[in-house]
């Protein structure tokens, strides 16, 4: 009879998901896997509908891409899991967890949108007026050309800009669709004060524009939040990944 493991390898054993950003795949995650995995966690980076390399079908929503989500987990029999969501990805994994909650360890936020109920991707500035989050919503619509797909920015936007890492992470990116920024996203956030977070802010550089600054400076010293700050771009996982890695491993550590 096989002995039964002890507390410290089931947290080696805690199933890590990662969820893609905006433009992104999950191949963003390639270069922290290896961390991940020799640290003993089994590692699931999904690609949301319509961001598959060479997707060519009608744009999802993203209630949508939440239920793909959580549908993923839920056939592939992942448990006990932690969710990471980064950027844009922070609305996906929000909405699953109202679904998921129940199988959760906890959400990890890296430098993520964190929606309250009815809340837009738009929305997720703080301190935006009526007038400001019209004009936020106006220029989200103007970069889809087509009125569709937004195009994928140059790596620098996302704070890669060593030539190897751009080399590395622009062939990658996909045209996002639009209506994912606009959507509003259905949210309990008794459901979500029940689990425990982390919040990994980026600071070289920070990335103002989509307020994720200020989403770490609210939560610090929150109930219920961890938060921590990485010295890298909005790209963590791509310019720091054994660093993301470690602090997901201690999320997963709880």
Known sequence: MEAAPDQGEEIMNVPIVLVHGAWHDGSCWDRIRPFLE???????????????EGYSGQAPTLAGQIGFLADYID???????LLVGHSWGG????????RLAGQLRGLAYLDAAIPSD?????????????????????TYRAMAADGVWIAPPP?????????????????????????????????????????????????????????????????????????VEIASGHDMMVTAARETADILVASAAG
């Open 38 to 52: 020799s640290a003993g966690h089994p590692v699931y980076t999904p690609t949301l509908p319509g961001l598959q």
């Open 75 to 81: 056939e592939h029999g992942i448990a006990e899991l």
């Open 91 to 98: 609305m996906v994994i929000s909405g699953a967890a109202q």
């Open 118 to 138: 009815g809340d837009d991707f738009a929305s997720q500035v703080p301190g935006q007026d009526s007038d400001a989050l019209a004009r936020r919503r106006a």
């Open 155 to 227: 790596a620098v936007m996302v704070g890669v800009v060593k030539s190897e890492d751009v080399e590395w992470l622009e062939p990658r990116l996909r045209p996002h669709p639009l209506a994912t920024w606009l959507e509003p996203v259905k949210i309990d956030a008794a459901v979500l004060q029940s689990l425990p977070k982390t919040y990994v802010l980026a600071t070289d550089p920070a990335s103002p524009m989509m307020g994720y600054p200020a989403h770490a400076a609210r939560l610090s010293g929150s109930a219920g939040w961890t938060c």
